[in-house]
Each structure stands twice: as structure tokens, then as C-alpha cells.
């Protein structure tokens, strides 16, 4: 019979697990937070320029006030640079990064931005559109979509609940880790 090695929890990471087992390690949200660099990064020139941050939070249902978000950023571009590159955004994420408690807020409108009719689902239809609002290639197909679906959907009723959706987000979490 196989012995099963239990995982080793270092005194930093113990301190810093929250109490739903997000694991928050800074190099698990450097590999996030690239994600997200690389995608709001509209032409890879690796800086997110205003335009391409404003563009990004808009086809997320997340619209700022431009004036306002250039006001915001402005204070985190290097001189001589027109956007954020890597650091800069890093930098400006880590500033206005919420609090533990307000997480599940947070998880909550992500949850809302997908489930764009209100119903307390994520449809294959809705999770298509987003990804299409991203100009995610993942999206094109309604049958990877639904793959995408089923993958998450615990109650097989071919929907995601918020329950769901947050253990997927977390799943992703520790996947990156």
C-alpha cells in the first residue's frame, strides 16, 4: 500500500491561507496576474496603455471613467513609457487589490459579469459570450464552451452556480500554484 506524503505548509504560507484555503503565495499571483497583463496587453507590446485597461474593463461590464482611470494610473507609468509595462501594473494591481473581506464580494461580481442574465447561472450561452467579449478563440466553439461547462458542473445540470464557479476559481488557483 502506497504511503501518502501530506503536502508541507511552510510557516509563511500558514500565516497567509485564508480561511476558504485560498492560497495566496506571491508567486501564484505573479502567474495570475501575468494572465491578466497579457491579455489586456491588446497589441503585445508588453505595456498596457489607458486605452487598452479602459477597453478591457469595459468588455468586462467593469467600465471606468477614462479621465479618471488615466488619473489613477498615471501615477504608476514610468517616465518615458506610454502604459504599465509588467512591474508598473503589478504595482498598481497590489494598490488597489481588495481586502480578504471583501474577496467574496469580489468572486460574487466576477460571478455577475458572466451570468449576464441575472439568474443565478452561468449558461454555455453566457460563458461564450464573455469569452467573445474577450476576444478569447475559446469561445468561438459552443461545444468547447460546454466541455468548458461540464468540466465545473458538479450537479450536472449543465449550468455553473456560483458555488461552483468559486470552487473552479479557486481550482485555477491552486492548478497555477
Known sequence: ???????????????????SFRLRSTSLNSVRL???FD???RNGDGEITVA??????D???????????????AAYVRPGRVGLCFDDFAAFHAA?????EEEEEEMREAFRVFDENGDGYISAAELQAVLDKLGLLEGRSIDGVRRMISAVDRDRDGRVDFFE?????????LAAS
Not at 52 to 57: I, Y
Not at 165 to 173: A, G, S, W
Open 52 to 57: 487598452e485597461l479602459h477597453l478591457a474593463l
Open 165 to 173: 464557479f468559486k470552487n473552479m476559481m479557486h481550482t485555477i488557483e
Open 1 to 19: 500500500m502506497a504511503h501518502l506524503t501530506p503536502p508541507v505548509i511552510t510557516p509563511a504560507l500558514a500565516r497567509t491561507a485564508a480561511p
Open 34 to 36: 501575468r494572465r491578466v
Open 59 to 73: 468588455r468586462l461590464g467593469l467600465g471606468a471613467d477614462r479621465d479618471e482611470l488615466a488619473a489613477a494610473v
Open 96 to 100: 488597489v487589490e481588495p481586502k480578504a
Open 39 to 41: 491579455l489586456f496587453d
